[in-house]
Structures are given as structure tokens and as C-alpha cells.
Nanobody, 123 residues
């Protein structure tokens, strides 16, 4: 499985961005998917996760109510809509895929990782 992420960029505080992550392979629809991020000098942290059919979603407390994860299995794509962005959301964002139907917040449970995309939020 290869994951190709896009959608990063530069935005002012309060703005919005949408990440997309397109997956190769015919088994995408059975995979749990997640988004993680890593800020300079910090460890990678969980952002959001979604189950194989979109029935279960979970979010880090820091983004709850502002970010929305979704997926379109017909397009082999998972999305992360980010609203009301804050400077502390500045990080490199990574999408990840797990062969299990849902893997939640543990990065060790994800099997495939996309390249990171930079998000910079100015104050």
C-alpha cells in the first residue's frame, strides 16, 4: 500500500485546510486510517482515526470540534478537514493505514505511512 498525501500549506489563525490521502491497492476499504502530526522538537502525536467503513471516528482532545476525519472508499481516499486552525496546529501531518479495521490512536498499530505534509499556521 502506498499513501500519497496532499493539502498542506500556510494559513492564518482561524483559517481552514483540507488534507487528502490517496491510497493505492484494492484493500483500502478494509483498512483503518489515521492522521498523526509532528511539530518541531516534539514527538509524533495522534490527531484522528477512522474505521474501515467510517462508522467509528476518534480525535485528540486538542483538535476535537475543529477537525473532521472522513473517507471515500470509492476513491481510496481519506480526508482531514481542519477548521479554526491555531498556531499550535503547526506541524508535519502524516496519514497512516492499518490492516486492521480500526486502530485508534496508537501509531504502532499502523502498518503504512504516507509522506508528511507541512501545515503552518501564523498568528
Amino acid at each position: 500500500v502506498q499513501l500519497q498525501a496532499s493539502g498542506g500549506g500556510f494559513v492564518q489563525a482561524g483559517g481552514s485546510l483540507r488534507h487528502s490521502c490517496a491510497a493505492s491497492g484494492r484493500t483500502f476499504s478494509s483498512y483503518g486510517m489515521g492522521w498523526f502530526r509532528q511539530a518541531p522538537g516534539k514527538e509524533r502525536e495522534f490527531v484522528a482515526a477512522i474505521s474501515w467503513n467510517g462508522g467509528i471516528t476518534s480525535y485528540a482532545d486538542s483538535v476535537k470540534g475543529r477537525f473532521t476525519i472522513s473517507r471515500d472508499n470509492a476513491k481510496n481516499t481519506v480526508y482531514l478537514q481542519m477548521n479554526s486552525l491555531k498556531p499550535e496546529d503547526t506541524a508535519v501531518y502524516y496519514c497512516a493505514a492499518a490492516t486492521s479495521h480500526y486502530s485508534g490512536s496508537k501509531s504502532s498499530l499502523y502498518d503504512y505511512w504516507g509522506q508528511g505534509t507541512q501545515v503552518t499556521v501564523s498568528s
